[in-house]
Structures are given as structure tokens and as C-alpha cells.
């Protein structure tokens, strides 16, 4: 069964697939959340997106979250989920002061961020959002790779070769990444889900500075840079 | 292309059917549900149905790396910076409040 099976537009296999997995992903354990508490988070994020007149309600939402967050974290998550240009320093404090690790901290961002992605997509091909699945048990493993050091974000992050190390050289795949990719490598499993959303959604990797290259059927180079960029000056994002 | 339409989409873009990724991308994270749907048609007619789901799937993973980029706080890469400062300057880039997040490492002088 396809995940998008009911589009009026032709959702290829690749995207079809990748936002599958993102969806299953967001129902297990994280290293830092339990799967109850990721489902919590992404909620949160949902209706933060709902009530801002951003998306729309679908019939079916899916599970439903059993783990109350705090008014700290549930205020994190909105501000990154609704309002993007906003978020600075100070909310990454807040966070901190409500309890969170950087590692966890840089979790959170991660699946917000995801969520707010599958979200806008959907509405975008105008299909319900997709309902949420039924948390896995499990528990976070709570691991931060020794190579993670603090350079110029908020939370530490890993390196590119020579300084990561041989976890830097597995993680990255040989090649230098750039920080928007890098940003979350403190949880190398959201990182590596951020890498595979990118590829499916935006440009094989290796293709990125290939600039005749298009990933998407219908689109020039140019167009899909317009659309990207579009969003980007809109959310007031300098990166 | 002409760069600054992503700021001033009134302008050209220099890019094919350009104004109707544009008016796409903004109504795909904007309020106006109705306004979306005007845009998903219009994108439809002008580069037929996959481009409706690229243009999603851009919107999209855009959404993602702005949060991302923002929420760790991360700054724009040395090569870009130094590559941008014209850029940076002629759509305004310089004064969005994410812009700290790079200039906070510069050295004064």
C-alpha cells in the first residue's frame, strides 16, 4: 500500500517510501526521547500548526499522545513549529531550563522539524495529513558520540574529517558536509533521517552542485531553486 | 534568474512559469487554504501534475532545513560567507534575525 496512494499527483516510490520510514521512525525510540514522547512532540507540533491556521485538521490524526509535556517544552516546540524566524538563543535556553540536554535539545529540534516537513508536504499535494502511528515500546538509548564538540551552533556537533575522526569518516560517508547537514549529529540517527528526507525531497547529495541536475520530473534546476528559496526568505532564514 | 524575486516576487524571476512556483511556495506555508488551492491549480496547468509534488516536496524539505538551521543555531558555511556578501546585502539577508547566528563568530575589525 502506497503511503500517499490516494494523491491526485503521482507521488513517486522514492518520496512515497522515504516519508513511510519517517513516519515509522517517529513511533520508536529516539536516543534521547521514548516513542511516547516523541509522539507527544509531534503532536504538539501539529496542533501548534493547526491552530495557527497553517494546516488543516484531518479526520484521522492517529494516536494520541498519553505523555503531558511541560508549558516550557510545549512553548519550544510551537515557536519552532509556527513562528521559525523567531527562534534564537534565548528559546534554545529555555529549553536547557526546562530540563533538557543539548543532545536531547537537538532531538526535538529534529523531529519538529521533520513533522512541520511531511506536514506542509501533504497539504501541499492537498491529501490528509497523515495520522500518527501507535508508539513502539523500547527505550532511548541515550548515547552522545565522543567525537560531538561544541563549534559555532548551540549544541556540539560532529565535526567533518580529520577532525570527527573515524566516526566523522563513517557518518559523512567521506565527504565534507556542510552544517545544515552536520547540524544534527549529535543524534546521529536523526541525522541520518535528515540526510535520507533530503535526498528524496530535494537532491541526491553528490547531485546538489550538479546544477543541470533536477531530482524532480516537471521542474528545471532553476524552478525547484525558486520554490526553495521562496520558503527559505519567507521563514527569514539566513543559512 | 533574478535572485531578488525570492524577496520581491512582484519581480521577474527570469525563470519559466517562475511567479507560479512563487506564489505556490508562499501560499504552501501560508494561512490561506483557498489561496493554495488556487496556486496547486495553477502550478498544475503550467507544468502539469509532477511538478505539483516536486514543488511539495521542495516546500517541504525547505521548512525542514529552516527549522533545523535555526533551532541549532548554526551559521552559514566560510566559503559561502565569503562568497555572498553582494547577495547577502541586495535582498535584505543581513537583517533577519537568524543572521546573528553567523555574525556572533566574526571577529570585530
Redesign the interface.
Known amino acids: 500500500m502506497r503511503f500517499y496512494a490516494e494523491?491526485?499527483?503521482?507521488?513517486?516510490a522514492e518520496?512515497d517510501g522515504a516519508h513511510a520510514a519517517q513516519f515509522a521512525n517517529f513511533a520508536r525510540a529516539g536516543a534521547w526521547g521514548t516513542a511516547d514522547q516523541r509522539l507527544a512532540v509531534i503532536h504538539e507540533a501539529r496542533q501548534a500548526g493547526i491552530e495557527?491556521?497553517?494546516l488543516?485538521a484531518s479526520g484521522d490524526g492517529g494516536v494520541r499522545p498519553t505523555v503531558e509535556l511541560p508549558g516550557a517544552i510545549r512553548d519550544v516546540i510551537g515557536t519552532?513549529?509556527v513562528n521559525?524566524?523567531?527562534?534564537?538563543?534565548a528559546t534554545?535556553q529555555a529549553a536547557c531550563e526546562a530540563g533538557l540536554s543539548d543532545a536531547a535539545f537537538?532531538e526535538l529540534?529534529?523531529i519538529?522539524?521533520?513533522v512541520?516537513?511531511?506536514?506542509?508536504?501533504a497539504?501541499?499535494?492537498?491529501v490528509p495529513l497523515r495520522p500518527f502511528m501507535e508508539p513502539r515500546t523500547g527505550a532511548p538509548t541515550r548515547t552522545v558520540p565522543a567525537e560531538a564538540i561544541l563549534e559555532?551552533?548551540?549544541?556540539p556537533?560532529i565535526p567533518n574529517v580529520p577532525d570527527g575522526g573515524d566516526f566523522a569518516a563513517e557518518l559523512y560517508g567521506g565527504h565534507f558536509k556542510?552544517?545544515?547537514m552536520r547540524?544534527?549529529s549529535i543524534v546521529p540517527d536523526e541525522y541520518r533521517a535528515?540526510v535520507a528526507?533530503?535526498q528524496?525531497?530535494?537532491n541526491p547529495l553528490p547531485k546538489v552542485m550538479v546544477f543541470d541536475y533536477s531530482?524532480?520530473?516537471?521542474?528545471?534546476r532553476?524552478?525547484?531553486?525558486?520554490?526553495?528559496?521562496?520558503?527559505?526568505?519567507?521563514?527569514?532564514?539566513?543559512? | 534568474m533574478n535572485p531578488e524575486a525570492l524577496v520581491r516576487p512582484e519581480l521577474d524571476s527570469g525563470v519559466p512559469a517562475g511567479e507560479v512556483l512563487l506564489a505556490f511556495a508562499a501560499a504552501i506555508i501560508g494561512t490561506d487554504r483557498a489561496a493554495l488551492d488556487d496556486a496547486r491549480a495553477a502550478l498544475a496547468e503550467a507544468l502539469g501534475p509532477a511538478a505539483v509534488v516536486g514543488a511539495s516536496a521542495v516546500a517541504g524539505n525547505f521548512s525542514k532545513n529552516d527549522r533545523v538551521a535555526n533551532g541549532i543555531g548554526i551559521p552559514i558555511d566560510d566559503m559561502v560567507f565569503k562568497g555572498t556578501e553582494d547577495l547577502r546585502a541586495q535582498l535584505g539577508l543581513n537583517d533577519y534575525k537568524s543572521a546573528v547566528n553567523t555574525f556572533r563568530h566574526l571577529t570585530p575589525g
Do not use: M
Request: one cysteine or more; charged letters at 15%.
Open positions: 494523491s491526485d499527483y503521482p507521488v513517486g518520496l495557527a491556521g497553517l488543516e519552532l513549529a521559525c524566524p523567531d527562534f534564537d538563543q534554545y537537538a529540534v529534529a519538529v522539524s521533520f512541520v516537513n511531511l506536514d506542509v508536504f497539504r501541499g499535494i492537498g559555532k551552533a548551540f549544541v556537533t556542510p552544517y545544515i547540524a544534527l535528515h528526507l533530503e528524496a525531497q530535494y531530482h524532480h520530473e516537471g521542474l528545471s532553476p524552478q525547484v531553486e525558486i520554490g526553495a528559496g521562496r520558503v527559505s526568505a519567507i521563514n527569514d532564514c539566513f543559512y
